[in-house]
């Protein structure tokens, strides 16, 4: 992202992408709004913490000494556990004041913290209930992470060598449904399975016998589960 990027985005209002604080702010302050950054971003996406903007109404106010405030930041980071690598910072000049914006990218080795783990939730960072904390945990996992994002949305699911219920062999078998996550964690996912008119029902898979692919005649995800 630009400079000129940056201060474009500087007029947007908070929000999930978007903080503003003052010269004076604290450590533990830094290290909340990094780490609810870090830890609930898409990849893809950035947002930006401005340092020396005023958090009400948006003043330009500026920072004392921007060399002296990007060493707050990296201090800030690195001592968040594990440290948050997923930033850079820049200075820039507004109004004839220098500004220092932070901009904070989706992290692979989320989630971070600094004591508790913060998301963002609209434009506040607030601590991660024990259903994110989960989600954060199984994001590091790939697969994991790809289940999650499909969220709800219906997926294809095929079982090939054996039943949707039942991951027992069974030679030549086939079965294909529509689907829908019904959870996911490092180690198993959950799926709501809807077949030809029967009453829904939820099955468990171990993540090692599920493969992601695509369903392209119906142009959505599909879950291959093996025996």
Not at 99 to 120: C, D, K, N, Q
Request: glycine share 8%; charged share 25%; hydrophobic share 35%.
């Amino acid at each position: 992202m630009t400079d000129d990027e940056l201060r474009q985005r500087l007029t947007d209002d908070e929000d999930q992408l978007v903080e503003r604080k003052s010269d004076g702010v604290k450590r533990d302050e830094l290290q909340q709004t990094l780490s609810a950054f870090a830890n609930t971003l898409q990849p893809g996406n950035a947002g930006v913490l401005f340092i020396g903007v005023a958090d009400k109404g948006g003043a330009i106010t500026g920072v004392a000494n921007s060399d002296s405030t990007q060493h707050r930041v990296r201090e800030a980071a690195e001592s968040c556990f594990p440290p948050i690598r997923s930033y850079e910072s820049h200075a820039l000049t507004i109004e004839k004041k220098t500004v220092v914006a932070v901009l904070i990218r989706a992290s692979g080795e989320r989630p971070h913290f600094t004591g508790p783990a913060y998301v963002r939730v609209g434009s506040e960072s607030v601590k991660a209930s024990a259903e994110q904390y989960e989600k954060l945990i199984a994001s590091r996992n790939g697969k994991t992470e790809a289940i999650l994002r499909i969220g709800n949305a219906p997926v294809t699911v095929e079982a090939i060598g054996r039943r949707f219920e039942n991951p027992m062999p069974a030679p030549g078998a086939r079965y294909l449904s529509e689907a829908r996550i019904a959870g996911c964690d490092a180690h198993c996912v959950r799926l709501t399975v809807s077949s030809n008119g029967m009453p829904a029902w939820t099955i468990a898979e171990p993540l090692d016998r599920v493969s992601i692919s695509h369903d392209v005649r119906r142009d959505r995800p599909m879950l291959i589960l093996s025996s």
